[in-house]
């Protein structure tokens, strides 16, 4: 399908970038794009939701990022909520191509959101899930998992080193590395290393 056959009302996304308008709307009044709510557990754990994204259609107002948004905030009873709204009216079969539209140079925010939105709902656990959580952002945003690496390193890196200082603190104040590793939810061997590596002073023999 041509790029123009896709634009009949000749509106944002032929410039060079897509410009929303803010509106107030009932959430129970829009329909979700597609019925992705597989992120509902997640998203329902934050205590702020970023603002849904939605399109004017002649069949009504649809959600076009996420739907697991919208499904959240059905479950928590908001009955009125700011949304952006691409501007103009879209043909129902357009919303696809916004949503890529939308995605295509975001892919590393969303990754990003995404990683947060893990972190908040796993908490202590989030280090044993990595590699999972790691895929699923990769199939949620479309990019590799090497990719998706590149995206989050410094989240990662940043998380990593907050462990150890943790790993470090709780052995200091006579934590065993298994009790460690059990509040961590890292790997006792990889505790080990941690704490033999050390860092600035030198470390206490390790116990056994």
């Avoid at 597989?38 to 998203?43: A, E, G, I, R, S």
């Avoid at 499904?71 to 501007?87: D, I």
């Avoid at 295509?104 to 947060?116: H, I, N, P, Q, S």
Wanted: glycine share 6%; proline share 4%.
């Amino acid at each position: 399908m041509k790029k123009e056959n896709l634009i009949p009302h000749n509106n944002a996304l032929i410039g060079k970038s897509q410009e929303f308008e803010e509106k107030e709307v009932k959430v129970a009044s829009l329909k979700p794009f597609f019925g992705d709510y597989d992120l509902v557990p997640v998203f329902g754990k934050l205590p702020e939701l970023p603002p849904l994204v939605c399109a004017t259609t002649p069949e009504g107002d649809f959600v076009v990022f996420h739907e697991s948004l919208w499904k959240t905030l059905l479950e928590r009873g908001v009955k009125k909520v700011k949304a952006l709204f691409f501007k103009g009216v879209w043909d129902i079969k357009e919303l696809f191509y916004l949503r890529v539209k939308l995605f295509r140079r975001r892919k590393k925010a969303l990754a990003e959101f995404y990683y947060l939105a893990y972190k908040n709902f796993y908490g202590e656990n989030f280090y044993r899930n990595r590699a999972k959580i790691v895929l699923a952002i990769s199939q949620k945003v479309g990019i590799t998992k090497r990719t998706t690496y590149e995206y989050l390193w410094k989240h990662l890196k940043e998380e990593k080193e907050e462990l150890k200082r943790k790993a470090k603190q709780l052995y200091s104040q006579g934590k065993t590395q298994m009790e460690i590793a059990n509040l961590l939810g890292v790997p006792q061997r990889t505790i080990s290393d941690w704490l033999k590596r050390g860092g600035g002073g030198r470390e206490k023999p390790l116990r056994r």
